[in-house]
Structure formats: C-alpha cells, structure tokens
C-alpha cells in the first residue's frame, strides 16, 4: 500500500529532523509532484561541476576532492546520486542551516549524561524488541545453514601468507641487497637483462630490487643501482612497468583463495592463472634467446610490446576489483564495463570477453538453476536474489504468506551485472513462481533448457530468461485461477466483507445484533459464531462453496485507532487518541469478518488484504448498524401520526433531525457501496482478465483496496474523525429516542380519550418526559437542540473537508459526497446564516 508506505516514511523522517509537523501536508505535495512530469533526474554518475561546486563549499577542498577519488576508485554504489544530494542541500540554505543546527544538537546531547525518562520508554522497548527480533532472525539463519551443510567445514588456510617462500610476487621476507662489484659498462648489459627476466617473474634481481608496498594494492615500483649505465637504466625503466603489472596480476591470483572470495573470483583466478601460463612461457623463451646470445635490451623492448597492453589490462582489471573488495555479480560489473570502456584494439576487448566469459560461467549457472527450477545455489552470497528463508513450509499457509512473497526472495542490487540490471526483476519473478509451483507439489514441462552463456553481443541467454519467464508464470497463474478457483474466492471476500451479499447480512444483523450490543469481553466468541453459521445456512449464502472459511472475531482496538496505528502519522492529536484507547468496545465496535485461505491463494488474499477487507467492512457495518437504529426510531415515531396538531408539534424537531440523519448515513452507504466498490470492482474484474503473471494480480487487487479504503474516507484522518463523531452523535439520538418512547404511549392514551383532555394529557406526558430526563440535562426540546446543534456542527466540519479534497484531481468522487448531502444548498446557507449572526452578536457587544 504505497500511500501508507509514503505516510510512515515522512513520518520517520520528520521524527528524525526533530519537527513535530503533520506528515499530511508533506504527502499531499509529494503526491503532486509525483503526479507532474520529473522534475529532476538523478544520473548515477556525479558530473564533473557537482564535484567541483562541493569541493569549492567544503572546508578543505583537496581532503574532500581525495576522499571522493578514493571511492570512486573503489566504485562505492550510488556515489553519483549521493553527491548530487550533497548538491541539492548545499544549494538550499534554509535545509543546510536546519541539518547543521540539528548535528549540532544532536552530538551536545550526545556528550551530556542522558537519563532516561517515562517518555523515553516506549522507544526503548521498540528498539530492544527490533533487536531481539533481528538477533532471532540472524541467528535461525545461521542454524538452517549450518543444518543444511553435512560437510566438514572447510579449513580456510592462505599458503602464501603462512609460508611467504611459496609467493612469486617478490617475498617480502628476502631481504636482497645490491651487488658491491663493479662491472664494466660493456658487461652491464648482460648482467641486467637477467635482473631484468628475474623481475618479470617476480624475483629480485642483483641490481635492480622491488621496494616494499606502503598499501595492499599500491603499484609496485623499482629501484635501479646507481652503478648502471644512463642508457641502460631509461630501457630497464621503461621494461620494469611490465613487471608491475605482473605483480599486481600475481597478488590478485595469491589472494583470491579462500573460499569466502566468491566461486566467481575463483573462476577469473583460473582464466588470470592460464594467461600467467603464457606468460611464463614467454618469459622462457626470453631467457633461452638470452642464453644464445641473441637478446639486448632493444630487442628485449621490441618484444614485450603485444605483452605489456595485456598485462596492463589484467593489471588494472585485478587492482581495482581488489580496491572494491567485489565478488559475485560486482565483479561481472566492473568486467563488462572494462569491455565497454576498451576502444580501438580487437585483441583487447577478445582479452576482456575471454576474462568476462570464463568469470560468469558459476555465476550463470546459479542462474540457470534459479530461472528454471526456482532453486538458489549460492553458498558464498554471490548471486543477485537472496533466500531468508526462515520459516518452514508446513508453517507456510497464512500469517507467512503475506512476507513469504516480499521478504523471501529479495534482490541485492549491489550484487547484480550490469548486463542483467535491466532484467532483475523478471529473474527474480521466474524463480518465485518456480519456487511456488513447487511447494504445489506442480512442475514446469520445459522445452529444450537453453544453456545460459554471458555474450556481449546478441545476447540470447536474455531470450531464454524471458521464455522461462512467460511459461513459469503462465503455469502459476493456471494453478492459482483455474486449480485453486482464485476469482471464485474473491468473490466470495467481497459478498462478506463488502455486504454484497444483502439478505445474509440482514439475517446475520437480526440474529446478532442483541449479542453484538454487549460488552465485547462479555461476548462468547463460541456463540457468535454458531448465529454466524444459522445466517450463512439461512440466506442465498448457503449456496456459496467457501462460507465454512467464514469466522467471526473481535478486535481490541476500534476502526479509527487501527487506521492511525497504520498510516503511522506521529502527531500530537494521535498520542491523544492513542492515550484514550483503553476505554471498552461493544461488539458491534470490536467485530469483524476472518477468512481462512489456503496455499497458494493466501499469496493474493493475505493477511495484509484482510486487514484492508476488514477496516472497509468495519466501516459498512456500523454505518448500517445507525441506520437500522434510525429506522427503528422512525417506526416508534410512527405513532405520532395518531396525535393532535399540537402534541406532535412538540416532536418536530427531533422528527427532522432523525430524518437528516438517517439521510446522511444513507447517502454516505449509498455512496461507498453503489459510487465506490462497484465501480472499482469492475475495474477489478476488467484489469484481472488481462493479467499475466501473480506480480499482476497482486498490484491489481492492491489497487482495488487502495482504491476502496481512500475513496471510503478512511486513509484521510479528518474524514475518518468527522464520520465516526457523525456515528456517534446519531448513536446518541437513537438511544435517547428510545428512552422517550414509552412517553409518545401516554400521549397516544390521552389522544383517544377526547379533545377536551388534550391538552391536559399532552402537558402530563411532557412534564413526566421533562422530570424525567433530570435537571441536569434540561428538557426534551433542549436536549434535541443540543443533539442538532452537535450533528450540524460535525457534518458542516466533513463537508468543509470533502470540499477541500475535492478541489485535487485524484479525489474528485468526492464531490458525489458533497453534492447529495447538501443537493439544495441547506447546511451552506445555515453556514453561512451562522456567521452573519454570529458577527452580528459581536457587533451588538462591541457596541
């Protein structure tokens, strides 16, 4: 439900900045915004003038211009967005101002010895369970991991760490000083070279040495002896970058072994590792033209230039997957976007695609198992989806339901390709369907499976990606609508939970309403729900195939405080409301519908739609529990016809204002269910036979009841106010008429007795109503001004709200509310005949 996702998260934003502001406002301007072309496009890549413009604000520019170099060489996510945010409040003085007073704030608070107060302990008991729940979770998963594995656990052991000998990347436990003998400069050039062969192997030679690395991943560089010839020594430092490179290569392949590195760096370690082979070889065949006799250090140069673009690019390629400590799909990223980069030589991006390709292979393979048996195989947490799994199937079949489809598949977006970000989402999709299929006890009847490859061109593994899509969800769908009868199960929601069904909900209503009107912790939930079974076998329900999955339940909480609780608008009127809460239901305030679903409907109708089918059927029900109040009045005041002109004169008032108030609650019925359900369940019904996958059905029935619950005045807090006050005051009315009534007897008696004692009786009746209702509460005409003056009041206060909101386009159903309970201008012109009266009042004790 995007708009109470939107709620809760300015919410706590604003709770974070410290304001007490009403989130509504804030809502409704995002809302509009959202509504209007983009204002502004956030690009992942920073531009060059956001930088400098940061940079020129910060207190020390250099620090600021370093640090941001130093991320992006380590390719943080979201670099690009985060800058342009650091621009955009740099750029608004007012918020810069606002934040910095904020930290400033915050961080003296934090050096103070805080005390805990009363008020302080609600946040600390929320933080204490979120973390008790959190802990829980981390800890079942690391005990379903640990079942799973019956394996020995693997001694995770570095060789080259543990024995420094074994590294061909200059041990750095051989202390190696220059040679002290002075070697003619005609016998120079000989001894260098191999110097020059050892350093491309990574050893040490005797006039040339390796200088020790100040970080991990630092280029390595060289030191040349002063004895060597000028000449000798500008060709050995234009050779030496050759052996840099290597050494990087060779530091990426020693470290990459321990299995935490991901099978993916495994397999770019076994491809790095069959170039080195190359290499080496090279490096031989160096050595033995060097041995005849037959290598200088031009010919040297001349040879190794085809071998220094490559080694340069695995250099660069392992050096900045090791400053971004990537594995998995990161590591496919900075591969494919090295490729793109790479202009010009063929033999280049042949190197790149072999690297890339040899690289995906585990990484594709996971993939295959995912998009066409639903299955993960990803022990080192490589893979763009993730399992939390962590409840077990047979604990699956309702209160799971609602999370099993968000929460337990999830995609970790910096684990994803770049060449597969466009289609995470249906990867994602075909494995969740699989992976229901299966719990089904159903299978998939594949074609030909298509063995999925990474090409940099034509790309037919996202061909085949799409093909298991269509069919995995083309299958959940059939077993969802045509095995498990979903529509036939919505339908049968919406005859209870909407009051579709109008003769089951007039038996039901007859049958409970003396046992609903009771003290809900008074009520035996046993009974209820027998009267329950008695209605459903009573009406045209009886024919309904899942009327058994019916069962009645009452809430501690009425409908206003439940609505709050969920648009989570943290105002000072909520804790006011919230602090009055405790104060005792009846039935009719506490009751609703449940529904038992099974496996896998309880995927579309779950706890979370329940929860959304209940609050509607919440608000319907006590609307037709006033007006089967009002009516009932209306009955008793049937007998007022069989008075004289002046004894039912003195029920005018209270005649009328029962007649507005069974008109309002009337219209408002009429509205919700004529204006409202069934337009939008048509549209249900138009978009659902349309529908190609679950994600479809999931967004087309959310909208359904997104769309019901704002259309029905409950997602806006002033509207849901105004109507439950409205409630009230009629509840009022009604309970005071029926106390009166035994009055309008008498005065029936009196009548037929004669016109001579009419107005005897008439004055008797009234004057026992009167001695009756107490000094305290004055007479009947007032208590009935009161009542009108109260329910004028509420119902001017929900026009005036229905008016404001009507005026937005996406609420303009609302003015149907408005145009039938004021049809002929009345509350408007008793408003505004207020007013005049009031300013006139004013004048008067002015003057």
């Known amino acids: 439900m995007s708009e109470f996702k939107l709620h809760h998260l300015v919410g706590e934003l604003l709770e974070i900045l410290g304001s007490s502001s009403a989130p509504e406002k804030y809502v409704e301007e995002l809302q509009k915004r959202?509504?209007?072309?983009?204002?502004?496009?956030?690009?992942?890549?920073?531009?060059?003038?956001?930088?400098?413009?940061?940079?020129?604000?910060?207190?020390?520019?250099?620090?600021?211009?370093?640090?941001?170099?130093?991320?992006?060489?380590?390719?943080?996510?979201?670099?690009?967005?985060?800058m342009q945010l650091l621009d955009l409040i740099s750029a608004d003085k007012n918020l810069k101002d606002h934040l910095g007073k904020n930290a400033l704030s915050t961080n003296l608070s934090n050096t103070k010895s805080s005390t805990i107060t009363r008020e302080d302990v609600p946040q600390i008991c929320k933080n204490v369970i979120k973390a008790a729940v959190e802990g829980e979770r981390k800890l079942n998963k690391q005990i379903s991991m640990t079942d799973?594995?019956?394996?020995?656990?693997?001694?995770?052991?570095?060789?080259?760490?543990?024995?420094?000998?074994?590294?061909?990347?200059?041990?750095?436990?051989?202390?190696?000083?220059?040679?002290?003998?002075?070697?003619?400069?005609?016998?120079?050039?000989?001894?260098?070279?191999?110097?020059?062969?050892?350093?491309?192997?990574?050893?040490?030679g005797s006039y040339i040495t390796s200088e020790p690395l100040a970080n991990p991943y630092d280029v390595r560089s060289f030191v040349i002896s002063q004895d060597v010839g000028t000449s000798y020594k500008q060709l050995a430092q234009q050779i030496l970058p050759l052996a840099s490179h290597y050494s990087m290569t060779v530091r990426f392949i020693?470290?990459?072994?321990?299995?935490?590195?991901?099978?993916?760096?495994?397999?770019?370690?076994?491809?790095?590792?069959?170039?080195?082979?190359?290499?080496?070889?090279?490096?031989?065949?160096?050595e033995a033209e060097h041995i005849r006799g037959k290598l200088n250090l031009q010919k040297l140069w001349f040879y190794i230039q085809p071998t220094m673009a490559t080694m340069a690019i695995l250099?660069?390629?392992?050096?900045?997957?090791?400053?971004?400590?990537?594995?998995?799909?990161?590591?496919?990223?900075?591969?494919h976007e090295h490729m793109n980069d790479i202009s010009g030589e063929a033999k280049s991006k042949e190197l790149c695609l072999f690297l890339i390709r040899a690289a995906s292979v585990p990484y594709m393979q996971t993939l295959e198992k995912w998009v066409y048996k639903g299955v993960i195989s990803d022990p080192y947490q490589e893979f763009l989806v993730e399992d939390n799994e962590l409840i077990q199937r047979e604990e699956l079949p309702m209160d799971y339901s609602a999370d099993y489809w968000e929460k337990r598949y999830t995609v970790r977006h910096e684990r994803i390709p770049v060449f597969l970000s466009e289609h995470a989402q249906t990867i994602l999709r075909t494995g969740k369907y699989l992976n229901v299929i299966r719990q089904c006890g159903k299978t998939v009847q594949w074609g030909k499976q298509e063995p999925l490859e990474y090409q940099h061109r034509g790309q037919k593994y996202i061909a085949a990606i799409d093909r298991a899509y269509s069919e995995a969800a083309r299958t959940l769908l059939e077993v969802l609508i045509h095995e498990n009868d979903l529509m036939g199960r919505l339908?049968?929601?919406?005859?209870?939970?909407?009051?579709?069904?109008?003769?089951?909900?007039?038996?039901?209503?007859?049958?409970?309403?003396?046992?609903?009107?009771?003290?809900?912790?008074?009520?035996?939930?046993?009974?209820?729900?027998?009267?329950?079974?008695?209605?459903?076998?009573?009406?045209?329900?009886?024919?309904?195939?899942?009327?058994?999955?019916?069962?009645p339940e009452l809430l501690p909480h009425d409908l206003q405080f439940q609505m709050f609780r969920i648009l989570s608008i943290q105002t000072q009127g909520e804790k006011d409301f919230c602090s009055q809460v405790d104060t005792a239901l009846t039935g009719l305030e506490a009751f609703v519908f449940n529904y038992d679903v099974k496996w896998p409907v309880s995927l579309i109708i779950n706890r979370k739609a329940i929860a959304c089918y209940q609050?509607?059927?919440?608000?319907?029900?006590?609307?037709?529990?006033?007006?089967?109040?009002?009516?009932?009045?209306?009955?008793?005041?049937?007998?007022?016809?069989?008075?004289?002109?002046?004894?039912?004169?003195?029920?005018?008032?209270?005649?009328s204002l029962r007649q507005r108030m069974l008109d309002c609650i009337q219209h408002l019925e009429y509205y919700m269910m004529v204006e409202v359900i069934e337009p939008n369940w048509l549209t249900f019904l138009n978009k659902m036979s349309k529908v190609s996958n679950v994600d479809d059905v999931l967004s087309v029935h959310q909208d359904l009841l997104d769309n019901c619950l704002k259309e029905?005045?409950?997602t806006d807090p002033v509207l849901l106010a105004c109507i439950t006050s409205l409630c009230a005051v009629c509840v009022e009315f009604c309970n005071f008429m029926q106390q009166m009534s035994r009055y309008y007897v008498d005065a029936e008696l009196t009548s037929m007795i004669g016109s001579c004692q009419d107005d005897v009786g008439d004055c008797d009746s009234e004057n026992d109503a009167e001695s009756t209702l107490g000094a305290?509460?004055?007479?009947?005409?007032?208590?009935?001004?009161?009542?009108?003056?109260?329910?004028?009041?509420?119902?001017?206060?929900?026009?005036?709200?229905?008016?404001?909101?009507?005026?937005?386009?996406?609420?303009?159903?609302?003015?149907?509310?408005?145009?039938?309970?004021?049809?002929?201008?009345?509350?408007?012109?008793?408003?505004?005949?207020?007013?005049?009266?009031?300013?006139?009042?004013?004048?008067?004790?002015?003057?």
Not at 47 to 65: E, G, I, W
Not at 270 to 285: E, P, S
Not at 315 to 329: D, L, R
């Open 34 to 82: 959202c509504s209007r072309s983009s204002d502004l496009a956030i690009s992942n890549v920073a531009t060059q003038s956001c930088v400098r413009k940061l940079a020129k604000n910060a207190p020390d520019p250099d620090l600021f211009l370093q640090k941001y170099e130093e991320l992006k060489s380590k390719n943080v996510d979201l670099l690009g967005p985060f």
């Open 148 to 204: 799973k594995r019956n394996d020995p656990p693997l001694v995770s052991q570095n060789w080259v760490v543990d024995r420094p000998r074994f590294s061909w990347d200059f041990p750095s436990d051989l202390s190696v000083t220059f040679c002290q003998k002075v070697v003619p400069a005609a016998s120079q050039e000989t001894i260098l070279l191999w110097d020059i062969l050892c350093c491309l192997k990574g050893m040490d």
């Open 254 to 286: 020693e470290e990459k072994v321990l299995p935490e590195d991901g099978q993916v760096n495994h397999a770019l370690r076994g491809a790095l590792n069959c170039l080195l082979k190359d290499y080496l070889l090279f490096i031989v065949q160096l």
């Open 315 to 335: 250099a660069h390629i392992t050096s900045t997957i090791c400053k971004a400590s990537a594995k998995g799909g990161k590591v496919l990223s900075l591969l």
């Open 491 to 551: 339908r049968s929601v919406k005859n209870y939970f909407l009051l579709a069904q109008g003769d089951f909900v007039v038996q039901f209503m007859n049958l409970c309403e003396g046992e609903l009107a009771k003290n809900m912790y008074d009520i035996v939930i046993h009974r209820l729900a027998s009267l329950l079974e008695l209605a459903l076998r009573m009406s045209t329900a009886d024919c309904d195939p899942y009327k058994d999955d019916l069962k």
């Open 615 to 655: 609050m509607i059927f919440r608000h319907l029900f006590y609307c037709k529990h006033i007006e089967r109040l009002l009516c009932r009045v209306w009955i008793s005041n049937k007998i007022a016809k069989t008075f004289t002109c002046e004894a039912a004169m003195a029920y005018r008032q209270a005649f």
């Open 712 to 714: 029905c005045m409950l």
């Open 776 to 847: 305290e509460e004055g007479s009947f005409e007032e208590r009935i001004t009161k009542l009108d003056t109260r329910f004028m009041e509420v119902l001017v206060r929900l026009l005036d709200r229905i008016r404001d909101l009507g005026r937005e386009i996406d609420n303009e159903k609302l003015l149907n509310v408005l145009c039938r309970l004021d049809f002929n201008m009345f509350y408007t012109e008793m408003l505004s005949r207020q007013g005049m009266e009031k300013t006139t009042r004013q004048q008067d004790i002015s003057g």
